[in-house]
């Protein structure tokens, strides 16, 4: 569906382990630095109990879940927005996610070497926001040299965008994530062509030992905390569990974790939270013998949500019938919501509900 997040971290913290587990695309694992240089690419379906309870109810020949991609990006190491490691290549595939999946280490194991000699989890996410950063100083600084003669002529539109550059360069350097300044939409679409780094959301997870899986460590501690203090949210995985469980059918990966008391895997968390960070929801259609969900941003609009299925339906609509999921599961068919008045016609403004079944009015 177009929806990329970018598994990042330092070299040998786990981050193609978990990218195999999650997408079972076989990304090469290695112990040394540097092992992923092109990044991985992997699709992975969006864990979606709704559309199950939906293909039992009306039981269609084919169904299809939502997806999201998932890029495994060569380690970061301290320098490279001078370009030690990989430096800018590494940067620039960070440019082509929506969000990021930042990998950090918080296991201690003899045969796998830190990069850095010791595991320190703040260090290590400390690093990686460090280079974002600089990287980021050298994109605005390169726009302010470019805009600053204009906006001295008088251009209104250059003199906002040379004040928004400012305020940015002034908030990374004070070593704060472009994330963290306030914009308005205006500002928003005035910067959208920068792809600045750190305005991307952020996940953490932290990769642990099997024995810290349900439990805590120092490590896991520290990362917590710093979460807590930037707002973001931590994912708990085991990355050599996850990936051996990962090769077993099914419903043998289902007994797995309820033996370890567990309701759902890491990954699923993960490909989850990966969605939510993304402000995405899910609609649903039945058209011939496919159930099928879809992705979209939330408050899209009727017209563009049908654009998704197919541009001509987007050119040619004239409206939508809804059923939210809720109400039609209540009744159990579509036969007995259409007796009751309850699947309603909404036109061109209607914003797309999570959860609603759609069923899309065109012109050819």
């Known amino acids: 569906m177009g929806f990329r997040c970018g598994i990042i971290g330092l070299p040998n913290v786990g981050k193609s382990t978990i990218f195999n587990a999650l997408t079972a695309a076989g990304a090469e694992v290695a112990n ?55 430096g800018n290549k590494f940067l620039g595939h960070i440019r082509e996610v929506d969000a990021i999946v930042h990998i950090v280490r918080c296991f201690d194991h003899p045969s796998v070497s830190h990069i850095y000699g010791a595991v320190d989890p703040a260090r290590d996410i400390e690093i990686i926001n460090t280079e974002l950063i600089i990287a980021d100083l050298e994109t605005v600084e390169k726009r302010i040299s470019k805009i600053e003669r204009l906006a001295k002529t008088g251009d209104t539109l250059a003199r906002k965008e040379l004040d928004i550059c400012l305020h940015i360069r002034d908030t990374l350097g004070k070593g704060t994530p472009a994330r963290k300044s306030i914009f308005s939409l205006e500002d928003q679409h005035i910067l959208s062509d920068l792809h600045l780094l750190t305005v991307k959301k952020i996940l953490y997870v932290a990769n642990v030992s099997e024995a810290v899986l349900k439990g805590n460590n120092d490590y896991l501690k520290k990362i917590k905390l710093l979460a807590e203090q930037e707002g973001l949210k931590v994912i708990v995985i085991c990355g050599d569990l996850e990936a051996e469980i990962a090769e077993l059918p099914k419903e043998e990966q289902r007994e797995f974790f309820r033996d370890l008391g567990l309701q759902e895997s890491g990954l699923q968390k993960l490909i989850k939270e990966g969605y939510e960070l993304l402000g995405l929801i899910t609609f649903y259609t039945t058209v011939g013998t496919e159930l099928r969900a879809w992705t979209i941003p939330d408050g899209t609009k009727a017209p563009a949500a049908a654009g998704k299925i197919h541009g001509d339906m987007e050119r040619g609509f004239i409206k939508a019938e809804i059923i939210h999921y809720d109400e039609f599961i209540k009744l159990g068919s579509m036969a007995k919501a259409k007796e009751q008045g309850l699947i309603h016609s909404e036109g061109k403004d209607y914003i797309l509900q999570d959860g609603d079944i759609a069923f899309f009015r065109f012109n050819v």
């Open 32 to 86: 040394y630095p540097f092992c992923t240089i092109d990044p991985n690419i992997g699709i992975v379906p969006v864990p979606d109990a709704r559309l199950e309870t939906i293909a039992k109810i009306i039981k269609p020949p084919k169904i299809t879940y939502t997806t999201i991609e998932f890029l495994d990006i060569a380690g970061l190491v301290r320098g490279a927005s001078r370009g030690e490691g990989l």
